[in-house]
């Protein structure tokens, strides 16, 4: 097998690889078709180039986000008021405590908030599940927020992520907007193109077209 990379959008593969593929294409039948080595459409080329586009500007706004221990504590400061104890399913419950989540949400800075907690929403017994650990991290006051801090499961934990470093000399610990999603995207979009263009570039020029009366 030989390569060539002098021009590689035309071929990579040497002369005379190429002559073999062109001789063996005119020698065989091809599933009762003829091989006719036409180019890939330019609509089709385009068309993948929109789905790719497509697919990233829609899931971007969701890329590997995490909930935080953030959303939740609005929740968790009103899971026992009277109002809560006073339904009766964990549904009614659940409920009355995301319009309330809801409604703080909407109030912050941060207008993600509320689009966050409708894309993770939670039920009542994961909520007793985490409630105290959120507690016991508002409470203790430490040098990171409930902002910085993971659902994961029944746990929640301060976050993997290492931003700038802050005056105190810690670093950021709050999810970065592309996060590793978008990191993995791109090199599998990447690999996946790169892939391809080596596999349609090994086969000969589309410029060459076998002489297929030679056929048996």
Not at 10 to 27: F, G
Not at 60 to 71: K, N, S, V
Not at 164 to 172: A, I, Q, W
Request: with cysteine; aromatic share 12%; net charge negative.
């Amino acid at each position: 097998m030989g390569w060539k990379f002098d021009n590689p959008l035309y071929t990579l593969s040497d002369e005379e690889e190429v002559k073999q593929m062109i001789s063996q294409w005119e020698s065989e039948k091809h599933g009762g078709l003829w091989e006719g080595n036409n180019r890939l459409p330019y609509p089709l080329t385009w068309l993948i180039a929109l789905v790719i586009l497509t697919a990233f500007l829609i899931t971007m706004p969701i890329w590997g986000q995490r909930p935080t221990a953030q959303l939740y504590a609005p929740m968790v400061e009103l899971m026992d008021s009277p109002e809560v104890q006073r339904l009766t399913t964990p549904e009614e419950k659940i409920a009355y405590l995301t319009d309330r989540a809801m409604e703080v949400l909407e109030a912050m800075d941060d207008s993600r908030l509320p689009g966050l907690l409708d894309r993770h929403p939670i039920n009542w017994l994961d909520l007793q599940l985490i409630a105290p650990q959120i507690r016991e991290i508002a409470a203790a006051g430490g040098p990171y927020g409930l902002e910085s801090y993971n659902v994961v499961g029944d746990q929640v934990v301060l976050a993997n992520f290492e931003g700038s470093f802050r005056p105190d000399g810690l670093r950021e610990r709050v999810q970065p907007w592309w996060d590793l999603g978008f990191t993995i995207d791109l090199f599998y979009v990447a690999y996946f193109v790169l892939a391809m263009v080596i596999v349609c570039k090994r086969l000969p020029p589309y410029t060459m077209k076998p002489d297929m009366s030679k056929a048996t």
